[in-house]
């Protein structure tokens, strides 16, 4: 890639930071460059972003019916899924699958649920409950 | 407590682990940029592992795993770095601020979700994240110089310890490195080729399918496959090579353009005209790679005819390409 053909796309994934790209300057050699988007990363971007954002919609719908448990939201909002949730708590898959639903949720013991709060900086009371609104734009 | 600035010149990089080393080199008195340190580590390569699932979707990179570039480095280099992890984390913030305080910059590796200053979009849960401390504020701030960001950032310490020890794959486990000391004088070529036929012997790939040459064909034939998916799985799938290639800091184009830096400045440091042509080789695998980045989203777009199979056949010949750009790296000879 030529310096004059580094994408400057302005993307929005970026919020205003540039980054360091490497091409060849009109000498034939390397350098460093700085790009403030590419059209196309951003767009695979926002594609994962917009995918993440849709699923924890669909779950703060869920747990306001009472179908999944808050814990489902709140992994989803905090770009968790059930494989790095356990990484993190040290809880088996199986068990947070069980979280997921209203009625064991609501009866984990404290010593559980801190377990959580710890990895997801959340209060437990945080944990327990959702926005009263149906945004999870913060 | 005072304000602890120590000296740190900060270089915006491509990629954070290539990044500090060359900040931390530097700060020593060695001047080792960024894709030499890349190139020397020979750390370009290809993986495909269906197996390992992230978010749903497989591991795709296209590097050496975290860790090796600044092992292999200052192995190479003979440079004396001395690293640490911790199981109490009061200790592990203890031993910073210690180090700090007799005027060494930290090397730290961390979670990249819990640094409050990344950019929203790009914060996700991945643990083998770099950067370099060169300071602490009077109220408890820590004074960052991350690589991949343009200026200095500063950081609490709640959020930096809580980066620094968060749990998960790739578990920093608070580790922290300095450099105690450096070689006075270091002659890179010997190093150059050395790590350039390694390098070249990676591209192929081992028996099993899923690195360098065998492993893109395997993704390119996995691409022609998705036909059977949803569209909303075949555009995700596609997403995620694009983001593993373009949007996690490789310099562009999965650190194709970094490596043909690397053969780039070689050439100078050596004078060897074989590796300006190589450069030049590597040049256009990145180009054709940037290529297939454009032609994998257009077809998630539905812009233009494009199928799977146009995808795919535009992986192949970058797979092509690279076999090209592998043998005239075997070729290369120290000039006489």
Not at chain 1, 70 to 77: F, G, K, S, V
Not at chain 2, 99 to 124: C, H, I
Request: hydrophobic share 40%; with cysteine; proline share 4%.
């Amino acid at each position: 890639m030529e310096q004059k053909n580094v994408p400057q796309d302005n993307s929005a994934t970026y919020q205003g930071q540039k980054k360091l790209v490497y091409a060849v300057d009109e000498t034939g050699h390397y350098t460093g460059v700085q790009s403030t988007g590419w059209e196309v990363e951003s767009f695979a971007t926002q594609m994962a972003v917009d995918d993440l954002q849709q699923q924890t919609d669909e779950a703060l719908l869920q747990a306001q019916q009472g179908e999944v448990s808050p814990l489902a939201y709140h992994m989803l909002r905090l770009r968790f899924d059930i494989v790095s949730l356990a990484q993190t708590t040290g809880f088996f898959q199986w068990q947070i699958k069980r979280h997921l639903t209203p009625k064991i949720f609501n009866k984990l013991s404290q010593k559980k649920l801190a377990v959580y709060s710890d990895v997801m900086k959340l209060t437990i009371d945080e944990l327990q409950s959702l926005p009263k609104h149906n945004t999870t734009s913060e | 407590m005072t304000d602890i600035i120590l000296d740190i010149e900060h270089q915006q990089s491509s990629h954070c682990e290539t990044g500090v080393i060359s900040t931390l080199l530097r700060s020593k008195g060695l001047d080792i940029s960024e894709p030499m340190a890349f190139g020397l580590a020979s750390a370009m390569n290809f993986v495909y592992l269906p197996i390992v699932k992230l978010g749903g979707l497989p591991l795709v990179a296209y590097r050496m795993p975290p860790k090796t570039i600044i092992k292999t480095v200052c192995k190479k280099l003979k440079v004396e770095l001395f690293s640490q992890k911790f199981s109490d984390q009061r200790k592990g913030m203890q031993a910073l601020d210690d180090e700090l305080a007799k005027g060494n910059l930290v090397g730290l590796q961390t979670s990249v979700y819990w640094l409050p200053y990344f950019p929203e979009d790009m914060r996700f849960h991945f643990n083998a994240h770099n950067l370099v401390v060169y300071g602490k504020t009077a109220q408890g701030n820590y004074l960052i110089s991350d690589p991949v960001f343009e200026h200095l950032v500063e950081c609490p310490a709640e959020d930096l310890q809580r980066a620094r020890f968060a749990k998960g794959a790739l578990a920093a486990k608070g580790l922290m490195y300095v450099i105690r000391s450096v070689p006075e004088s270091v002659d890179l070529t010997p190093h150059i080729y050395s790590a350039i036929k390694k390098t070249a012997k990676m591209m192929n790939g081992i028996f099993l399918p899923f690195f360098g040459n065998k492993g893109i064909r395997h993704l390119a034939k996995k691409i022609k496959s998705l036909k059977k998916e949803k569209p909303k799985y075949q555009k995700l799938f596609l997403g995620n090579i694009v983001r593993m290639q373009e949007e996690i800091g490789t310099g562009g184009a999965g650190f194709r353009f970094m490596f043909a830096s690397f053969l780039d400045e070689a050439a100078k440091i050596t004078g060897n005209k074989q590796l300006v042509e190589a450069a030049k080789q590597g040049t256009e695998v990145g180009d054709n790679w940037r290529e297939f980045a454009m032609d994998a989203v257009l077809f998630c777009k539905k812009r233009k005819e494009l199928t799977l199979d146009d995808v795919a056949t535009k992986l192949t010949s970058c797979a092509d390409q690279e076999q090209a750009l592998r043998e005239t790296l075997l070729t290369i000879k120290p000039a006489a």
